[in-house]
């Protein structure tokens, strides 16, 4: 029968019947463990020993193949089986490479030459605008990395470094690894030449105006309006950059500007061109008045008033001086009618008021008189004196405006000519009165020493007292379309003053 675990129990308790009874103490027991742990280790240690041993043999084994592999790592060239745009670079180094590729570079890299038409322009476009450059260096670098780098893939995780990058090799020599450059350009250069070439072509509208007029024919000579263009850099670039990405380097590459209208045309300048407004006033028979009249006609006649700019009546006249050829006449001083030098010019200003106010013109300094005029409705005057009494007016269109001013045969005529704003228009002036005051029915008597004893003499004349409100009204084609008011005329009462002596 086996000796078991049972049987053991079985004969101890045989031994315990016909043996004396002994008692056993723990150094005993541990006397008779020792020798079985000491046995334990000894066989533990020869193992290790055993395994170390056959390490060593199997590293000594695989030694020369590690040497082999390590050298070849080490060597500094391309690995077999790699090859860069389909020429084999194994066993080369890098820079041999690169100096191989740069020295044929010229014979496979393509030559830029786009023809770029736009409209009559035509620009070449070569590499010297846009440069070229193919990316050898980075591909090379990317070859290079090849048992150089840890690498994975299909190789299994359980490999060391080194012999994963030497597997990696092996892969390589047997499966082949193929690169391949590429030309690229340069995109900024491609939007800078975009712009300067846009840039070349662009051009600003030239409007038509009005080189001549003849003050005495009343014709006039108009410039030649020229077209302007613009080409979109946003066109240009699109349209080289798809040549250039399609690999055509020999495109033909046709674009169009985009005509830009001048906003005043020749045609539109003959057509529109015209006489704006022509007023006309009578003048008295005084001789010397109409003297004044005539000489200050003629030294507003034949003006150009650019857009923009002011015209000033005193400022074309000048100061009415005996040296000039004025004479005394008629003219209204302080509330009183007296003889002044270069009186009279005032219907010069009044007529021309109108003209400029029927031509559109904007009123900038006017003043009434201190009474109504006898040449025109009240409302319609505008008094001037030197040299604080003005008449002013500019000329807020967008072409200039010619006046034509003359006086013929007790008739003063004030003529503007200029650019229509628009066909049928038309303007007309009205006035509005606001209040009258009556003067007192008795005269204000004064008396003057200097008066022959027993006479009188009337010093002021008994006027009526007027506020009226001016307006220009603007017409298409006969109908009132808008209506601005110009100012208000203050005439003053005036109670008639009698001197007596």
Known sequence: MPFTAQSQDWYYQEQAQTAPVRTYQAEDIQQRRFPLLWAGTAVVSLLLILFSLYSIYTAYQNYPSFIRKAKALGSGVFFDGILIDGVPVGGMGKNQVLSMFSQSAENRDPRLNIRLMIDEAVYTV??????????????????????????????????????????????????????????????????????????????????????????????????????????????????????????NYSASVLLHSTPILPAVSSVQLRNSFTQLASFSTKTTSDEDRNNNIALAAKAISGRTIMPGEVFSFNEATGRRTIEKGYRGAPAILGGVLIDDVGGGVCQVSSTLFNTAALSGMTIVARSPHAW????????????????????????????????????????????MYGMLGAPGESIRLETQLISTTQPPSEP?????????????????????????????????????????KLFTSKYNMVQQVIEYN
């Open 444 to 484: 204000l008597m004064q008396p003057n020493p200097s008066l022959p004893p027993n006479t009188t003499r009337e010093l002021k004349q008994a006027r009526t007292g007027y506020v009226v409100d001016t307006y220009r009204i603007y017409l298409q084609n006969g109908a009132e379309i808008r209506r601005e």
């Open 126 to 247: 070569t590499d010297r605008e846009i440069p070229f450059s193919r990316n050898t260096a980075s591909v090379a670098e990317e070859a290079w990395s090849i048992g150089r780098q840890n690498f994975h893939a299909g190789l299994g995780s359980s490999l060391t470094p080194f012999e994963i990058r030497w597997q990696h090799t092996r892969q390589t020599a047997r499966d082949k690894a193929y690169f391949k450059t590429r030309v690229s350009y340069d995109r900024a250069a491609v939007v800078s030449l975009s712009l300067s070439i846009c840039s070349q072509l662009a051009r600003d509208p030239v409007n038509a105006v009005i080189q001549e007029f003849n003050f005495s024919t009343k014709e006039f000579k108009v410039s030649q309006d020229i077209q302007g263009r613009r080409v979109s850099e946003v066109d240009v670039t699109n349209a080289l950059t798809q040549a250039l990405d399609s690999g």
């Open 372 to 415: 109504p005029v006898s040449y025109l409705d009240k409302g319609f005057d505008a008094a001037v004196n030197w040299p604080d009494l003005d008449f002013k007016f500019r000329n807020d269109k967008g072409t200039p405006v010619f006046l034509i001013s003359y006086y013929s045969k007790r008739t003063l005529t004030v003529e």
